[in-house]
């Protein structure tokens, strides 16, 4: 995301002026040059762009805690797990090898929420690694997907409450897990920001000021709308389902639930008159 470099390729040796897009800050110096195909300043570093002000995604949940192996040099300041969470891509969570050699990343959700995806950000806020969920796992992807040794885990603490919608474009869980299967201590499970997205559920609706039903609803339950006191069901059907913060019809369709006043019906001649089957 680095803007103002000339076009390339850039010859070895040539010196180029970098700047970020606007709402990013350059990090790194802003005078590089072309050493052994890559964009370095003196030190051999590759300078980057960071986003500021971030905003949460649509659907994306606010964990209760995070924690990880161990932290770097045991600095919780600098690379504590609760900077892959904070909303700023200007500080980063860095994991070290626990007592068995093994490196990983915990989210703690607070609830069971259905998992549609993990977003793993770059300091630029593209993603770097994305798994998109269903009901049989979740899978990577991305084009690092098949550089980079990381296994993704949903789970849950407690055993799944019954009633919870059977559904297939996400994954029910409470806790989410980054494992390093790299081995050998080699971590790299370094994390700008970690983004955990779920399916929405339906709390407000305009329908609720219309029929009778009680908000909220989870995603994938179906609602089965009725009219109010003192109304009749004129046509249609009033089957819906929450699909991702939304009431919509069902896979099988129809006219929208119609509710009339009963006390309108006897003024309303020219809906009777289209309707002459309607017994008063």
Known sequence: TLTSVPELPVEEGTEVNLSCPED????????????????????????????????????????????????????????????????????????????????????????????????????????????????????????????????????????????LPAVTDCWYGDTVQIDSVDGAGNCGVTIRELAVVAKQDCVSSALDQRFLFELPVRHGTEVMLSCPRQHVAMEGNGMRVCNNGNLIETSDGGQILDCTKLGELKTNHSYLSSKQSIQI
């Open 24 to 163: 990013h800050q350059l990090e790194g110096a802003s005078t590089v040059t072309c050493q052994s195909g890559n964009l370095q300043d003196d030190n051999g570093r590759t300078p980057f762009c960071v986003l500021l002000d971030p905003s949460l995604l649509p659907g994306q949940i606010t964990p209760v805690s995070a924690e990880h192996s161990a932290t770097r040099d045991g600095n919780e300041d600098e690379y504590g797990a609760h900077h892959a969470i904070d909303l700023d891509f200007r500080t980063w969570s860095d994991a070290a090898p626990d007592a068995g050699n093994d490196c990983w990343f915990r989210l703690t959700l607070g609830r069971v929420d259905c998992v549609a995806e993990v977003i793993w950000f770059r300091p630029d806020g593209i993603f770097f690694l994305r798994w998109t969920c269903s009901s049989t796992g979740c899978v990577c992807a991305g084009e690092y997907c098949d550089s980079y040794s990381y296994t993704l885990t949903i789970s849950t603490t407690e055993t799944l409450p019954d009633d």
